[in-house]
């Protein structure tokens, strides 16, 4: 599966969104990918993860484990972990960093692969190491359904992209007149209390 393939997925499900939006990483961009209407589509979900999965297993040979971000890299992460036949887990904040929680345990010398959805910066993915590496899990890469920098984000480990576009992304301060102008959304999860 290429870019524009996946591309044309995120299109099919009305996921392609452009206006004023303010990302996970506190970034400005002029376009959105809400990669949960793409997800609430099994058939469209299975396309994506079966072709990230093979992507990972050409790279990286079979995994132990998939291990995913909450809230929005579950599904996928998922997803991913069927086409592998391996166990999925997720990390969650708890007093704002990332923790194995609800029993989840990854063994020593394990070799995990962490799905992200879409990222613009990889700071989730850094944030998601940490648990895993004190668990003495081994990280192998990252793997994303979509990266946003168009290649460019520091994940510190490698990195497999399904997709890979380069959309414009501005420091608070660095935002063009332009798309200032435009009402802001906030359209992600990771600032939400609960």
């Known amino acids: 599966m290429n870019t524009e393939q996946v591309l044309d997925e995120f299109r099919g499900a009305g996921a392609?969104?452009?206006?004023?939006?303010?990302?996970?990483?506190?970034?400005?961009?002029?376009?959105?990918?809400?990669?949960?209407?793409?997800?609430?589509?099994?058939?469209?979900?299975?396309?994506?993860?079966?072709?990230?999965?093979?992507?990972?297993?050409?790279?990286?040979?079979?995994?132990?484990?998939?291990?995913?971000?909450?809230?929005?890299?579950?599904?996928?992460?998922?997803?991913?972990?069927?086409?592998?036949?391996?166990?999925?887990?997720?990390?969650?904040?708890?007093?704002?960093a990332f923790k194995l929680r609800r029993a989840f345990k990854i063994a020593p010398g394990a070799k995990v692969v962490i799905i992200e959805d879409v990222i613009t910066t990889g700071g989730s993915f850094r944030e998601a190491t940490v648990p895993i590496e004190a668990a003495g899990g081994v990280v192998l890469c990252c793997a994303?359904?979509?990266?946003?920098?168009?290649?460019?984000?520091?994940?510190?480990?490698?990195?497999?992209?399904?997709?890979?576009?380069?959309?414009?992304?501005?420091?608070?301060?660095?935002?063009p007149p332009e798309l200032a102008a435009l009402p802001a959304e906030e359209p992600g999860s990771k600032r939400l209390k609960g």
């Open 16 to 96: 392609l969104r452009e206006g004023h939006f303010i990302l996970a990483s506190g970034r400005h961009s002029p376009m959105f990918l809400q990669k949960n209407l793409v997800f609430q589509f099994p058939a469209r979900t299975a396309r994506l993860c079966k072709a990230l999965a093979e992507k990972i297993e050409a790279q990286f040979g079979k995994p132990d484990v998939i291990v995913s971000p909450a809230v929005g890299a579950i599904i996928p992460g998922y997803e991913t972990a069927r086409w592998l036949d391996v166990p999925a887990m997720y990390v969650e904040r708890e007093d704002g």
């Open 144 to 175: 994303c359904i979509v990266d946003r920098s168009g290649g460019k984000a520091d994940v510190g480990y490698p990195l497999v992209a399904l997709a890979t576009v380069d959309v414009p992304s501005y420091a608070p301060d660095e935002i």
